[in-house]
């Protein structure tokens, strides 16, 4: 199943080798504004399992992607489509971009993830009496790794159990379901929101202000404080990071970027934007509080 907003985030993917050489040295891309997260599998617990699992399933991962997109740190892919994306890299075309560019598009590779979910209770209740139909308790654990690493390589996990006492009888199992699934959409908000930084760039630096590329969108909040990293891509894919600053978010632009004080290394800051280039660039990430 590929919801519409997973069908815009692979146009989106897409047009990112569509438009491979058309950045310049101030405007790096390298650090994508959201990151990819592809759906995996998700599976039932065999006791757990309902006669409607094959409908059933595609409701919760819709869900758990909403959760991701809201969130503002991911675009969600279907993992299909994320994989015809990955064989690019094998084709002979991939070899023919400029390799600048080749090393940018394989460390975004490297920082997508993998989102799996498990089932472990999915509980019915009919209604027999009064207002009659029925009510729905889930449990569904959610687990991201790094695309590349293995499915037992957890970066993050974490049950999410409905709320039965807000539980509302539905005339449907369906309709059940995706009231108990509503229940526990804001938790899983939360916790894409709480356990993944946003990552950029640094825009630009006027008037002693540093311009990054990630704001509101992203659930950037006046305030948070970025880590501010030198990025240096050496000729043989080489990626050497150097802590340069931190900075500190004061005003949200209606662009998406952010505008931030300098909390710290305003001339290792200043020095290296000036230094760089498509193969050397400042990047920042949200320090996770």
């Not at 993917?13 to 438009?19: E, N, P």
């Not at 399992?49 to 758990?64: H, S, T």
Request: proline letters at 2%.
């Amino acid at each position: 199943m590929i919801r519409p907003t997973m069908k815009k985030c692979y146009v989106l993917l897409s047009l990112v080798f569509v438009c491979s050489c058309v950045l310049n040295a101030q405007e790096h891309e390298s650090e994508k504004k959201a990151m990819i997260l592809r759906m995996g599998e998700f599976s039932w617990i065999e006791t757990a399992e309902p006669k409607e699992k094959d409908d059933f399933i595609m409701q919760i991962q819709a869900i758990a992607a909403d959760a991701a997109t809201q969130s503002g740190r991911f675009e969600v892919v279907d993992e299909e489509i994320a994989d015809s994306e990955t064989k690019f890299f094998m084709r002979e075309e991939f070899m023919d971009i400029e390799e600048s560019k080749r090393k940018e598009l394989l460390g975004k590779l490297m920082n997508d993830y993998t989102l799996f979910g498990e089932i472990t209770k999915c509980k019915f209740t009919k209604r027999t009496s009064g207002v009659m139909g029925y009510t729905c308790v889930i449990t569904v654990k959610l687990s991201v790794t790094n695309a590349l690493s293995g499915k037992d390589e957890f970066v993050a996990s974490r049950a999410f159990v409905s709320d039965f006492k807000k539980m509302v009888v539905k005339n449907t199992t369906g309709a059940a379901l995706d009231d108990a699934l509503q229940s526990v959409s804001p938790k899983m908000v939360s916790f894409f929101t709480n356990n993944f930084a946003v990552t950029g760039t640094v825009a630009k630096i006027q008037n002693g202000d540093v311009v990054i590329t990630c704001g509101q969108p992203q659930g950037v909040k006046k305030g948070d404080e970025f880590q501010v990293t030198f990025v240096i891509m050496a000729d043989d894919g080489t990626r050497t990071e150097v802590p340069v600053g931190i900075v500190k978010v004061k005003q949200l632009l209606a662009d998406g970027t952010s505008v931030c004080d300098v909390k710290s290394g305003k001339d290792g800051i200043n020095e290296n934007f000036i230094a760089s280039d498509v193969s050397r660039w400042l990047s920042c990430k949200l320090i996770l509080k």
